[in-house]
């Protein structure tokens, strides 16, 4: 890679990949970024493997001019991306609000389908810490009922981790609800 050169993804449907082991290396040593294809688990450092991106990861990284986005050698824009997404993901624009908050934060955010959920948060990275919080994404207003919120937190106790709800309040600022069970 030299002097102005970025990186580039190539979009796949609902992901994009990194061809360039060295540089979806970086990624994932410096944020955690993607996952090296074919990997289930994989250390920090230089792994000899494509990095698979999520669409979320994707958006976030090209937004910030880390990388760029082609599909078939034309480039992608954030909008067109955004665009995109959207068909694969129910509240894309929710969904990656949050994202990016919590990802400006500092926050590691990683996909959180096998705990139920939108996301998982790590302080430090999967494989350092043990994620802390697991997040559903809801539109604001939107009624839950009991009988959602107790599995939801039930299947997060089970897994050791604390259940999120979060949402947007009418600023679009992100707010961020918490439910603890109480032993008396």
Known sequence: MSGSEIPIASLDKDTAVIWDYSTGSMLYTNGFYG?????????????????????????????????????????????????HASSYYEDFQSKYHIYKHLRDLGYIVRPGMKFGSDFVIYQKGPGIDHSQWVVHVEEDETELKAIEIVRAGRLAASVKKRYLIATQDQDKKPVFYSFDRVKI
């Open 35 to 83: 996952k090296p294809m074919g990997l289930r688990k994989a250390d920090p450092g230089m792994i000899r493997r494509p990095f698979v991106l999520s669409l979320f990861e994707t958006l976030y990284l090209l937004e910030n001019g880390i990388i760029g986005v082609q599909e078939k050698e034309t480039e992608i824009l954030p909008s067109d991306l955004q665009a």
